[in-house]
């Protein structure tokens, strides 16, 4: 299967770079220079992933991203030379995927989107997940909540995901972040955090009465086991 890259980049030299390296690579690339250009790309061209620049004219990276996630769920690689902790937890709660700092290597982006879209590619293969009023299809990447839609990012799919597979299993946020990230977990990384919280706020669920994710304090997180 060939993959579609959209890349969403002012930058002509690194747009250009991108384009060169990753049809070597492969993909199919198309390119945008603005947010509000990528925007009408990402409805238009339906990519397998984005990377997307956060300081750009017209509508910068997190403004488009708030714009996409409107009618996609396609995965989102940040493209950032912000590397500060709160640059991050802002992008994630914009719902990106994943957040790369500038100047980044070509290498290791090439692999962090095989990641994304490995991810991505195991839901194919597995079935529906019934819980309480949940229904998660992972073929389609779709979750109900007692018959009605809740739109998810890559990140808080997979998480939920894990802990539905998983019932009665308590995950570290180490061991969330290292099975869903795909690589070491760092300190102070509020990353599993901040995607908690917003999957949270989605399924309408509260810390203190939670029907769904149970917080362990100073241990992690898990789903009660659905007797």
């Known amino acids: 299967m060939k993959y ?8 002509d030299d690194i747009r250009e770079m991108l384009q060169n ?37 017209v509508m910068d ?4 991203l708030g ?6 769920d396609v995965p989102v690689i940040m493209l950032t030379a912000k590397g500060e902790q709160m640059d991050k937890v802002f992008g994630f709660n914009k719902g990106c995927d994943d957040y790369v700092v500038k100047p980044f290597d070509l290498i290791e982006l090439s692999l962090r989107i095989k990641a994304v879209l490995r991810r991505g590619s195991v839901h194919s293969l597995s079935s529906e997940i019934i819980y309480k009023d949940l229904v998660l299809n992972e073929n389609e990447f779709t979750l109900y909540k007692d018959g009605e839609e809740i739109k998810l ?26 099975s869903v990230w795909n690589e070491e977990y760092l300190e102070n990384d509020n990353s599993v955090l901040t995607h908690i919280r917003n999957l949270r706020e989605k399924l309408n669920d509260t810390v203190k009465n939670s029907r769904y994710i149970k ?5 992690g997180y898990k789903i009660e086991k659905d007797i």
Do not use: H
């Open 153 to 178: 990012t890559k990140k808080e799919f997979d998480i939920l995901s894990l802990l539905l597979k998983n019932q009665g299993k308590i995950f570290s946020t180490r061991n969330l972040y290292e």
């Open 67 to 72: 714009e996409i996630r409107k009618f996609s």
């Open 21 to 57: 390296y990753f049809k070597k690579d492969g993909y199919d690339v198309v390119l945008a220079e603005d947010g509000a250009q990528g925007v009408n790309c990402a409805g238009d061209e339906k990519p397998d992933i984005i990377l997307l620049d956060v300081m750009m004219p």
């Open 61 to 64: 990276g997190y403004e488009a």
């Open 215 to 219: 917080t362990i304090w100073g241990v």
């Open 4 to 11: 579609k890259i959209l890349v969403i980049e002012d930058d």
